[in-house]
């Protein structure tokens, strides 16, 4: 997990972003068709140099970087930049709310799991590995939303995720870290 980096600065791009968000998210529609909606006004935006400014593409030389982007008052969504330098991952993980995801820059690796049970324990058995590549959208809804994302590229990799939850007062979308299986290394 990273400590999140609350940014105030906003571009023109990313407050029309955030309003075509904000529309979808005031359908009150289910969590996996919001997150469909929302991947479609994301992903016009990706790749454009006038979304984020200087700052929000900062990474950190110790771990991937969070840049809050925005929350939304009522807590109904909240827009992030993560930086990620080469080699940068996350744990294995689930999500507290639906998201989406979208590459801005670079590539994001991504393996995802499915959590198995014979009845005495549980285990998680990897499902499908996938390359994001600038431009390109993904979104899920827990359940089922279990994975690690890395940067396995050799520059910096910037992407665009919109949580169905309030970043800024949880400080990360993360709800439960798992261990390693004993297939991966």
């Known amino acids: 997990m990273t400590t999140p980096t609350a940014t105030v600065a906003t571009t023109a791009r990313l407050a029309r972003l955030v309003e075509e968000v904000r529309a979808v998210v005031d359908r009150g529609l289910p969590p996996d068709l919001t997150a469909y909606l929302v991947g479609e006004r994301l992903a016009p935006h990706l790749g454009a140099s006038d979304l984020l400014t200087p700052a929000q593409r900062e990474g950190d ?14 807590g109904g969504f909240s827009i992030v930049a993560l930086v990620w330098l080469p080699g940068q991952r996350t744990s294995i993980h689930d999500h507290v709310a639906w998201c989406v995801t979208g590459v801005h820059q670079g590539e ?44 396995g590229g050799d520059g910096k990799a910037i992407s665009l995720h919109i949580y169905g939850a309030d970043i800024s007062r949880l400080g990360s979308s993360v709800r439960r870290v798992y261990e390693n299986p004993t297939d991966e290394q």
């Open 108 to 151: 994001e690796h991504e393996r995802r799991y499915r959590l198995v049970s014979d009845g005495l324990a549980a285990r998680l058995v990897a499902t499908q590995d996938v390359v994001n590549r600038q431009g390109e959208v993904c979104g899920f809804a827990p359940p089922g939303d279990i994975h690690r994302v890395w940067n």
């Open 61 to 74: 030389p110790e771990r991937y970087r969070q840049h809050i982007l925005h929350a939304e008052r009522d």
